[in-house]
């Protein structure tokens, strides 16, 4: 429990404190637009694969594949380097279970 705590103030901290908050600060509105609609995006990839990841679809498989690039983007952009390894993990475990979606 206190693991899932420090990764999620590391989180928060790295989105106070990374170059999303950099990039908002000198382009103001356009960069507060950009994190907003990639944040949009990311939520929108998640949801949209859920069905097909209980069905097991290809479809839905490629959709979290998506997703994953999306938030490994997004911490890229804030420096958030918690969530880079979690991207990377879960990418990984993405990969092992490709074969199971047709």
Known sequence: MIVLMVIAASQFLGYLGGAGFWFRRYNGFFGAM????????????????????????ATGWRLAYYAMLIGALSGLLHFNLPALVLNGAFLYLLFQVRNYYR
Do not use: E, I, W
């Open 34 to 57: 950009f994190f907003a609609l990639l944040s949009l995006a990311l939520a929108a990839f998640r949801a949209l694969s859920l069905p097909g990841l209980f069905n097991r679809t």
